[in-house]
C-alpha cells in the first residue's frame, strides 16, 4: 500500500488523523499483524475488523476495510509521516 492510495483527513475529534483509500480494499488482518509484528511493531488488540497497533509512540487502528486512524495526532503532516512509515512496515 502507498499513502498516495489514500485520502487524508483531521477527524472529527481533532486528536487524530484518519486515511481513507481511495479504492475498495479488503485487508487479511491475521496476515498484516503477523507481518507486523515480525518487523517489531506492537499489535495491542487483533480482531478479524481492526487491529489496534502501538507505533511511533502513537496509537492506530488499521481497519480491514484498509482505513487508518493516527491518534492523539491534531496535525494531519505528523499523521502522514506516521502512516508512511507504517506502510512501510506492510
Known amino acids: 500500500m502507498e ?3 489514500f485520502t487524508a483527513k483531521s477527524c472529527m475529534s ?3 488523523c484518519e ?6 480494499k479488503t485487508l487479511d488482518l491475521s496476515k498484516i499483524a503477523q507481518k507486523l ?3 517489531e511493531v ?3 488488540i487483533e480482531t478479524p475488523y481492526v487491529l489496534i497497533l502501538k507505533f ?4 492506530i ?3 480491514k476495510s484498509g482505513k487508518i486512524i493516527v491518534k492523539e495526532t491534531p496535525e ?3 499523521g502522514k509521516e506516521i502512516a508512511k512509515a507504517l506502510m512501510e512496515k506492510l
Not at 56 to 59: A, R, S, V, Y
Request: a positive charge; aromatic letters at 8%; zero cysteines.
Open 3 to 5: 499513502l498516495s492510495e
Open 14 to 16: 481533532k486528536t487524530a
Open 19 to 24: 486515511f481513507i483509500p481511495k479504492k475498495k
Open 37 to 39: 509484528r515480525e518487523k
Open 42 to 44: 506492537l499489535v495491542d
Open 56 to 59: 511511533k509512540g502513537k496509537n
Open 61 to 63: 487502528s488499521l481497519f
Open 76 to 78: 494531519e503532516k505528523e
